[in-house]
């Protein structure tokens, strides 16, 4: 085994929703890798060591003694960890790495638009800039289908009341007429982009989550909003 | 990098490609959608003698970043599956068109393939 492959045990499994869990993977004695707030791990099971998926850090780099992801039932492995993962087992980790990684600048405003699970990096991007008391604006567009997909909504909310620069702000895909949620309904669209990022010079947009959803968010920004890739960074699943 | 796209099969708007040989069909998934992928860990594949319509999903890739379904791009009978796949998924990442085979089909109803893309159309759709 490589020696930066490290065996974590889950210290928690957090259900957020009846198909997403947290796993809170704890570091052995000792170890403080380096590594940067939206990157991602790499694990597997020790019993199937060929299988592996990964997932996006969904804790930031100043979370310190362990690595949070945040996973959806989907495939074997999301299937094993939503339905059977329980604190005490134990997983193999790869490191994180990646380079889906939040600009703090003072000036920035990161525009972050997610859809399903493709939120769990943001909640690291809002948790690190409000430790550190940034100035960096953020705010993320999240796409649900219903009021009963949003990931971390608790959490996000108190985010908003302790950090003057986030806001969170929730669109549903699916929702009946008569359901009675107040807020934005519809896909992401252009429209509302244009009306977040008002200083698109400042701006730098991330998107993540569904390949349809990336990539109509690439289309937006890059086509009707005519602006440059550099102000884009990707996160596809597929 | 642009994706392979071979002139002599045809495709699937799901990226499926396929082979035809008579009234024989090979199917496998594009080196385009291998890329979108990633890294594959898992492949489970439809059963022999299973009849599928066009269009209807009939096996799953797993890969390190995601899980998705596989189509039958054609209406036939499973009559074979490259059970080599199970052991070795990730030969679809080094080869999709000939070790990343997934199953064959016998064709029943022909003019299905009339419905598939041509390797130009294909190159459309994946902007390469």
Excluded at chain 1, 168 to 179: G, K, P, S
Aim: charged letters at 25%; proline letters at 5%; a negative charge.
């Amino acid at each position: 085994m490589p020696k930066n492959i490290v065996e974590m045990e889950i210290e928690a499994a957090i259900a957020e929703l009846p198909d997403t869990k947290t796993l809170r993977l704890k570091w052995p004695e000792n170890y403080d890798p380096s590594f940067k707030t939206g990157q991602f791990i790499t694990v597997y099971w020790p019993d199937t060591p060929k299988y592996k998926r990964a997932y996006s850090l969904s804790s930031c780099a100043l979370d310190k003694g362990y690595f949070e992801v945040t996973v959806k039932r989907d495939g074997k492995m999301g299937t094993r960890i939503v339905d059977w993962a329980a604190a005490g087992d134990k997983l193999f980790v790869i490191p994180p790495v990646g380079r889906f990684l939040p600009v703090y600048e003072d000036k920035k405003h990161l525009v972050c638009v997610a859809g399903g699970s493709g939120v769990t990096p943001f909640r690291g991007f809002a948790r690190e800039a409000t430790y550190r008391e940034l100035r960096t604006r953020i705010t993320i567009l999240y796409s649900v289908r219903t009021t009963n997909d949003i990931i971390f909504n608790q959490e996000f909310r108190e985010l908003e009341e302790k950090n003057p620069h986030f806001k969170f702000n929730v669109t549903c895909t699916r929702l009946a007429e008569e359901d009675p949620w107040s807020g934005r309904r519809g896909r992401i669209s252009a429209d509302w982009i244009k009306s977040i990022a008002t200083d698109m010079e400042n701006t730098v947009f991330y998107a993540c989550g569904p390949t349809a959803l990336v990539e109509g968010t690439e289309q937006l920004i890059s086509k009707e909003l005519g602006l440059p890739k550099e102000q884009l960074k990707l996160e596809k699943w597929g | 990098m642009s994706s392979l796209v071979p002139d002599h099969l045809k495709y699937a708007k799901t990226h499926e490609w396929v082979k035809v040989e008579g009234d024989t069909a090979t199917i496998g998934i594009t080196d385009h959608a291998q890329a979108e992928l990633t890294e594959l860990v898992f492949v489970e594949l439809p059963a022999i003698s299973r009849n599928l319509k066009a269009g209807e999903a009939c096996a799953v890739v797993e890969s390190v970043k995601t899980a998705s379904d596989i189509y039958s791009p054609i209406t036939g009978e499973v009559i074979e599956v490259n059970e080599a796949l199970v052991d070795n998924p990730g030969s679809v990442n080094t080869d999709a068109y000939s070790d990343g085979w997934f199953f064959k089909m016998r064709l029943s109803d022909p003019g299905n393939l009339d419905e598939l893309m041509s390797a130009e159309e294909y190159k459309v759709l994946i902007g390469s």
